[in-house]
């Protein structure tokens, strides 16, 4: 959110997470005009990482909501055959222990701002970033000449 409304230098971003048995991952992903170069691209979102490590996101009442968030999808899935044979099969697969499932409502309960902060210190501050960028095949004339003007 930060690069794409407050800073207004992305036209998309968002973070992906996907959690395995054996590793996952946490992307973070933009989308800029084709003008925009491969380091800048990259400082941006160095920047954006930057403004998170300061974790001013990180308060009571995030945390509150957040938790509120996670438990209201978990209560969806609870309700159906299909969803409670899903969460038991995550269960399984990424914690080896089918019982998961049904701590799922504690364990989101426990989790403290302190725990948020480590997380993000682990992997994100800390971890080891794998970069991508995608280069587009043509860029059109006008986009290349005039494109500086969207943010505008």
Known sequence: MDLMVRRKKALFATSLATVLRRGGYLAFVSAALPYRR?????????????TL?????????????????????????????????????????????????????????????ADVAAAFDKYIAHGRPFRVYIRPRHVPLLVNMFGWLYPL
């Open 53 to 113: 490590g300061r974790r001013e996101w990180l308060t009571d009442a995030s945390l509150t909501a957040a938790k509120r968030t996670l438990l209201r999808r978990g209560e969806e899935v609870r309700w159906s055959a299909a969803g409670r044979a899903s969460r038991l099969g995550e269960a399984r697969w990424n914690e080896g222990n089918t019982l998961a499932a049904f701590e799922h409502t504690a364990r989101i309960q426990a989790v403290t701002r």
């Open 38 to 50: 491969e380091k800048t691209a990259f400082r941006l979102i160095d920047e954006t990482l930057a």
